[in-house]
Every structure is written in structure tokens, then in C-alpha cells.
């Protein structure tokens, strides 16, 4: 199977690693990676009653999963492959390897280096399904599951499932997020072949991690998921198996047995190896927000507008181009609003434009519409959201193909393209409170 039909798209590592690739080579990412076509009906969901744009969103979710049959299929190595054959053939003078994180993904972009993601996420068809019946969820992923590991061994398995904020697209599919337990040889070959001479090796390590029921040696079960309820929430739910262990988170949390790997396979070929390390994948938004405000204006811009990505409705590319200042938020939750609201209390700007990532339910946690625009009007002339029709908000999935035409209207900054010296983004990040920097 093409790892293009087996991999989501709509997942926050193909999100951010497709984009990634599309501003190394000083482009956009529209309409999140889909084609101009498929964004049409997109837009036009806005036009049909609410009930009707959530159904018609499960559905376009659940025409992503694999049929169960072809699970056997999946070869991750070619999936590894695919993903770094996305980058533009070159040398690079770093590599990021590990958990997804917008923020970070920022970074990489204005440094003009790669990211490699340890974690996968492979979609699994479950029509009709209950979101919130969490044992045949978890006997759906002991059944099937075997068939995905067999023919890959050098992956876990951490089989999420969360009816809290994924309620639409989990009653049409299975979350069977893949993590690298050891290094695929296509990131071998990158370390080997892909890399300047001494060029370090950045560990992206989100330490978070989870309550998890054990279902086979190399396959966990996670209910819930960060986002606006505590795992502690989650678990008082009827009908929640009891967790017999923790994990790595499955979206975000990086699994310790790829480190020796990775180290022993970086200082073979005489790459130092520099580890991230922060608790939550909100964490590093604020540093790299100051790093790249302080980048952009060594280039000659001002740097007055604050531009607030949501999950993976984010441009790097555009957002460098605009001579924006990054804020990633990992999902539009009130922890992450709060986040915004703090950092916009300490650090001023002119303008504060907001994009918000729809997922189509009233989900605990959430922060409304209105909860954002306030955040924004921190902003000393204008704060507004940005592609967002508020009272649509959180249904208002024609967001995924307006907030392209909404960030193309930004005057373009004029700046000469400078890339962030990899140094200099690695001093920017080890003062930063809730960051560790370890090595290099």
C-alpha cells in the first residue's frame, strides 16, 4: 500500500512535516496539503445546517481509514521513506527528529532544516461505530492490530481513542498511531547521507505521557488525550478499562527505546546529538515566539504581528514570508488560551490575528470563539480572528480551505530571506522557562 493512503493526512505529523517540506522550498501550504479541487466542497460545507456539515465531516474523516484487510500491507519503513524523500534534496545543517510540535516546526522552517516524526498516525475504517464504548474499542484494536505489527517491527502501537474531542471522525474510524521504537532505515540513510559535516542532531522529546491498558507486547490502549480534559477525567467515565501502566503520549509523547538508536546511529557519522526536552506539546510556543520575534527583526522587520496558529491550520512558510511572529496552539482548548493570554500580557504587538483549528463538537475544554477574540484584542491596534466564522465555531470546517485565502491577503514583509543560524535557535531555546536543552 502507498504510504500516501496509508498514512492521515489530517494528522498533526503529516500536517507538519508536509508543510515543513513545502517552506524549505519557500512555499505555502494551502488548503492543508490537499489539492485546490478537493478544498472546493470544503467551502461549500459552510452553505449546509449544522448537523448536515458534522455528518458530512465524519464521513470525509472515515474515507481516509484502511480497511482492515489491507492493515497487512503497511510497510512503515516505505512510510519512513516517504516522508524524507519529501524534503528537497540537499544537505541540511541540522535535523529535528521526534515528537510533532507546531512550534517547533516553526522553528525549523526559519532555520531551514527537516524534521523527521517518530510518530505516525494510520487510520483504521470502523463505520458506525460508538466513540465512547471504550472495550470494543480496545477489542477492535486487539483484533487487528496484530495484522499492522507483524509486518512491522520496529514500531509500537498506541491505539488512542477519545470521545471527548474526536467524537465525529471516532465514529468512523480507529486511531492506531505508530511510533519508531528503533531508527527505520530511511532516517539511517538521512543521518548519512543528508546532513552537513557535523551537523547536530535535534531530539524533539515531549515527555508527556499517559494512563494506558496493555493489550500485547508492542500495542497499548490510551482513552482520551491531551487536550481539555485531564487523563484523570477521562478514566472516571463508565465503562473506561482500568489502566494498568503509562506510555508516551500516543499524538505527542516521544518513546524512549528510539534514543540509543539514535544516538548510537548520529555519533557513527559524527553528528552531535542536542535533545528538547518540555513536559506538554504547548510548552515551547512562547520561546519560539521570541526567538523568531528577535530573528525577524535582525532581518529588518518590526515584527508587530503576532500570528496565532491552531493545531495544523498553520503556514510556516507564510508566516515567515508576512514577517510574522509565531504562535502555536495545540488545539483550541482553554489551557492553550490561557497560554496565548499569558504571553500576550508580557509581550506586546501591534496586531494579533488568530486562527482556530474546527473539529466539530462542543467539546470540555473548549474555548469558544468569543474566549479567542478577547486574547486577540490584547493586540495594541487590531486583534481579530483570522478565517474564522465565529458562529460556526467549532463546526466551521470551511476553515480548512478559507484560512489560505485569509493568510495570501497579508502584505507580504519584503524581507531578504536569511535563515536562523541553528546556533543561535538552540541559544534562544535554553533559557526558556518550561525548555531543557540538553548536549550539542
Request: include cysteine.
Amino acid at each position: 500500500m502507498p504510504p500516501e493512503e496509508a498514512v492521515a493526512s489530517f494528522d498533526s505529523a503529516s500536517a507538519f512535516f508536509m508543510a515543513l517540506a513545502r517552506a524549505i522550498e519557500g512555499r505555502d501550504f494551502p488548503y492543508l496539503g490537499q489539492s485546490r479541487w478537493k478544498a472546493l466542497p470544503v467551502r461549500a460545507s459552510a452553505l449546509l445546517p449544522r448537523p448536515l456539515r458534522c455528518r458530512a465531516y465524519a464521513v470525509a474523516s472515515g474515507r481516509e481509514g484502511v480497511a482492515v484487510d489491507r492493515l497487512g500491507d503497511i510497510d512503515l519503513d516505505e512510510a519512513a521513506s516517504w516522508v524524507a524523500r519529501t524534503y528537497p534534496e540537499r544537505r541540511y545543517p541540522a535535523v529535528l527528529i521526534g515528537s510533532s510540535n507546531g512550534a517547533l516546526t516553526h522553528l525549523a522552517a526559519a532555520c531551514g532544516v527537516p524534521w523527521l516524526p517518530q510518530t505516525l498516525l494510520v487510520p483504521v475504517r470502523r463505520r458506525g461505530a460508538d466513540p465512547a464504548d471504550m472495550p470494543a474499542a480496545l477489542d477492535f484494536g486487539a483484533r487487528h492490530g496484530p495484522s499492522l505489527l507483524a509486518h512491522n517491527p520496529r514500531v509500537a502501537l498506541h491505539q488512542m481513542q477519545d470521545a471527548n474531542q474526536d467524537a465525529l471522525s471516532g465514529s468512523q474510524m480507529a486511531y492506531f498511531r505508530v511510533k519508531w521504537t528503533s531508527l527505520p532505515p530511511a532516517y539511517q540513510r538521512f543521518l548519512d547521507e543528508r546532513l552537513e559535516p557535523g551537523a547536530p542532531v535535534v531530539v524533539v522529546r515531549d515527555m508527556s505521557t499517559w494512563p494506558v491498558t496493555r493489550v500485547g507486547d508492542r500495542h497499548v490502549f490510551q482513552v482520551g488525550a491531551q487536550g481539555g480534559m485531564s487523563a484523570e477525567e477521562y478514566h472516571h467515565a463508565p465503562g473506561v478499562p482500568t489502566p494498568d501502566g503509562t506510555a508516551a503520549e500516543a499524538e505527542w509523547g516521544f518513546a524512549d527505546p528510539l534514543l540509543d538508536g539514535l544516538r548510537k546511529a548520529a555519533h557513527r557519522t559524527g553528528h552531535p546529538v542536542v535533545e528538547v526536552r518540555y513536559g506538554h506539546p504547548q510548552d515551547p510556543a512562547a520561546a519560539v515566539a521570541d526567538v523568531l520575534r528577535s530573528w525577524t527583526r535582525r532581518r529588518g522587520g518590526a515584527a508587530q504581528r503576532l500570528l496565532v496558529s491552531s493545531f495544523v491550520v498553520h503556514d510556516p512558510w507564510r508566516t515567515i514570508a508576512t514577517g510574522s511572529v509565531p504562535f502555536w496552539t495545540f488545539f483550541p482548548v482553554q489551557s492553550a488560551a490561557r497560554d496565548l493570554s499569558d504571553y500576550l500580557v508580557s509581550t506586546t504587538y501591534d496586531d494579533v490575528d488568530v486562527l482556530l483549528f474546527s473539529h466539530g463538537v462542543e467539546s470540555r475544554g473548549l474555548a469558544d470563539a468569543r474566549t479567542w477574540q478577547r486574547i486577540a484584542e490584547l493586540a495594541r491596534r487590531r486583534g481579530r480572528l483570522l478565517g474564522v466564522d465565529p458562529r460556526a465555531f467549532p463546526a466551521d470546517f470551511a476553515v480548512f480551505a478559507r484560512y489560505t485565502s485569509a493568510l495570501r491577503s497579508l502584505p507580504d514583509a519584503g524581507l531578504t530571506w536569511s535563515p536562523l543560524a541553528v546556533a543561535d535557535a538552540l541559544a534562544g531555546l535554553r533559557g526558556a522557562e518550561q525548555l531543557s536543552v540538553v548536549g550539542g
